[in-house]
């Protein structure tokens, strides 16, 4: 890791980002940030505490003359998303991040960079660790499994926070004040299929590859007309469909993720290898000049391979070809009441298929529960049609926004104050925040989401803005000393 990410300014922050992300901590395996997040705080003397599922609760006493102020929680998720470049030889179980600077941007070598929620986690310990930061009665709540299916704050229970108001640091933008988020379901189909011999003496084999995407946050990103990898694949083999026959398909990785590489292979009678290849490249290149703004990285590669010895029976293969086409995939519906707001989306996530099994998933968002559930509904139709079975699982809700709330009032006016008069934004998004599922056992604490500017999430081209985290990092102190006094 470059020793010159502890020099950014300001230090206490960037330190701590580094030393948190020195420390492994993909989602579902947060057994090391845990106890590193628990020994951080037993180290200075503070209550700290590990609850039933895994979430570490810090309380720190509010410093001289906050003590009439409002107590505050302060919150952000321990775990980040893993994904690497597949050239990059990396173990996100055993190995830190490797940082670097690059202009006005942190990043990292290959991988995603962890600043979400990094950067929050990392901004909380520096105020705890802090003899000079000025606060009220402080709670910091460390959650796990944010990422990939909320599990940490869905296990909160409710009398546990003792806080008034909740200060989540998991937005991406840092002219927004997010008061709403969206809440999501996944959707995964299933099947079985009797896999048919392919007679190799006769047959041939082609790898076909879509690679180079830029990937992408499967909510905030879903607007911008990103290349989907399984959505790719679909259509080359769609295209195709009568001339091959499946043997495998690997394609997209992690739920919240937009799949930015596929991997198929498929067999051919060696007498359609001419026809077969002609389709294809001719596919290939309209694909790619369709997303040459957005994708310009976008590779399809397909390469002779050795013949596989088994095959999806052509109607199977048939079944789930059409199933994918026709499933929605991306902005489903904007919002009316919230101009540029993606009501309602979905991500065609992971698609694989591989000795007879095969599985899509699915990530469906809304900031409307009827809406997620129409779309949910489709899906589930779309893929029943096609002889799947099909489990709805991780539901969570969205955040409804409180335009009334007096943190809201309090951090709007600081803003202005700190940016010459410019005017944040004060919106709801369309990512899952954890503010809905926490409201649901604190319902009456008032809650408000902010953060750095920080691109690329969920993806290798992650990267944290320096100068944004100096501007966030100076609002966050300001919005400290002015917490509202206790009724």
């Given at each position: 890791?470059?020793?010159?990410?502890?020099?950014?300014?300001?230090?206490?922050?960037?330190?701590?980002?580094?030393?948190?992300?020195?420390?492994?901590?993909?989602?579902?395996?947060?057994?090391?940030?845990?106890?590193?997040?628990?020994?951080?705080?037993?180290?200075?003397?503070?209550?700290?505490?590990?609850?039933?599922?895994?979430?570490?609760?810090?309380?720190?006493?509010?410093?001289?003359?906050?003590?009439?102020?409002?107590?505050?929680?302060?919150?952000?998720?321990?775990?980040?998303?893993?994904?690497?470049?597949?050239?990059?030889?990396?173990?996100?179980?055993?190995?830190?991040?490797?940082?670097?600077?690059?202009?006005?941007?942190?990043?990292?070598?290959?991988?995603?960079?962890?600043?979400?929620?990094?950067?929050?986690?990392?901004?909380?310990?520096?105020?705890?660790?802090?003899?000079?930061?000025?606060?009220?009665?402080?709670?910091?709540?460390?959650?796990?499994?944010?990422?990939?299916?909320?599990?940490?704050?869905?296990?909160?229970?409710?009398?546990?926070?003792?806080?008034?108001?909740?200060?989540n640091l998991d937005t991406e933008e840092d002219d927004e004040i997010g008061v709403g988020c969206a809440g999501g379901i996944d959707i995964t189909a299933t099947g079985t299929y009797s896999e048919e011999r392919v007679t190799k003496d006769d047959h041939k084999a082609y790898k076909i590859e879509v690679k180079g995407l830029?990937?992408?946050?499967?909510?905030?990103?879903?607007?911008?007309?990103?290349?989907?990898?399984?959505?790719?694949?679909?259509?080359?083999?769609?295209?195709?469909?009568?001339?091959?026959?499946?043997?495998?398909?690997?394609?997209?990785?992690?739920?919240?993720?937009?799949?930015?590489?596929?991997?198929?292979?498929?067999?051919?009678?060696?007498?359609?290898?001419?026809?077969?290849?002609?389709?294809?490249?001719?596919?290939?290149?309209?694909?790619?000049?369709?997303?040459?703004?957005?994708?310009?990285?976008?590779?399809?590669?397909?390469?002779?391979?050795?013949?596989?010895?088994?095959?999806?029976?052509?109607?199977?293969?048939?079944?789930?070809?059409?199933?994918?086409?026709?499933?929605?995939?991306?902005?489903?519906?904007?919002?009316?009441?919230?101009?540029?707001?993606?009501?309602?989306?979905?991500n065609i996530a992971r698609v694989i298929v591989k000795d007879g099994h095969l599985k899509v998933g699915c990530l469906t968002r809304s900031s409307v529960e009827s809406s997620k559930m129409d779309l949910a509904n489709a899906l589930r139709a779309t893929f029943e049609l096609a002889g799947c079975d099909v489990e709805f699982?991780?539901?969570?809700?969205?955040?409804?926004?409180?335009?009334?709330?007096?943190?809201?009032?309090?951090?709007?006016?600081?803003?202005?104050?700190?940016?010459?008069?410019?005017?944040?934004?004060?919106?709801?998004c369309h990512a899952g925040l954890e503010c809905g599922i926490l409201g649901q056992n604190y319902p009456d604490m008032d809650m408000i989401s902010f953060g750095p500017n920080i691109k690329g999430a969920h993806s290798p081209d992650e990267r944290a803005q320096i100068s944004s985290a100096q501007k966030y990092w100076e609002?966050?102190?300001?919005?400290?000393?002015?917490?509202?006094?206790?009724?």
């Open positions: 890791m470059s020793q010159d990410i502890r020099s950014l300014e300001p230090k206490a922050l960037w330190n701590k980002f580094a030393d948190l992300n020195a420390v492994p901590r993909p989602s579902k395996k947060e057994e090391r940030v845990i106890q590193f997040m628990k020994d951080f705080g037993h180290n200075l003397g503070l209550e700290t505490i590990e609850d039933e599922v895994g979430n570490v609760i810090i309380r720190k006493p509010a410093t001289k003359g906050m003590e009439d102020r409002k107590p505050i929680v302060m919150q952000s998720h321990l775990d980040m998303v893993h994904q690497k470049n597949n050239d990059t030889d990396f173990d996100f179980d055993t190995q830190g991040i490797e940082m670097y600077i690059e202009d006005d941007w942190v990043k990292a070598k290959g991988t995603t960079l962890g600043a979400d929620n990094g950067l929050g986690v990392a901004t909380i310990m520096a105020i705890l660790e802090s003899d000079t930061i000025v606060h009220p009665d402080l709670e910091a709540l460390f959650t796990i499994d944010e990422e990939t299916g909320m599990t940490g704050a869905m296990g909160l229970k409710g009398g546990l926070l003792k806080g008034d108001i909740l200060l830029q990937g992408g946050h499967s909510g905030m990103q879903i607007h911008e007309g990103l290349g989907n990898a399984n959505k790719i694949m679909n259509r080359l083999l769609y295209a195709v469909v009568e001339d091959i026959k499946i043997s495998e398909i690997d394609g997209g990785s992690l739920r919240n993720a937009i799949p930015r590489e596929s991997v198929a292979i498929v067999a051919f009678e060696a007498d359609k290898e001419d026809i077969l290849k002609s389709l294809l490249k001719v596919l290939s290149e309209t694909i790619k000049k369709e997303l040459k703004t957005m994708e310009p990285d976008l590779q399809i590669v397909i390469l002779e391979c050795d013949v596989p010895e088994q095959a999806m029976p052509f109607g199977a293969q048939e079944q789930l070809v059409n199933a994918v086409y026709a499933a929605h995939n991306g902005v489903y519906r904007m919002s009316a009441d919230i101009p540029e707001l993606v009501e309602t989306s979905n699982s991780g539901e969570y809700p969205g955040w409804q926004p409180n335009m009334g709330s007096d943190i809201l009032k309090v951090m709007v006016p600081i803003y202005e104050r700190l940016n010459n008069g410019e005017k944040p934004h004060v919106a709801a609002f966050v102190l300001e919005i400290l000393k002015e917490i509202p006094k206790k009724n």
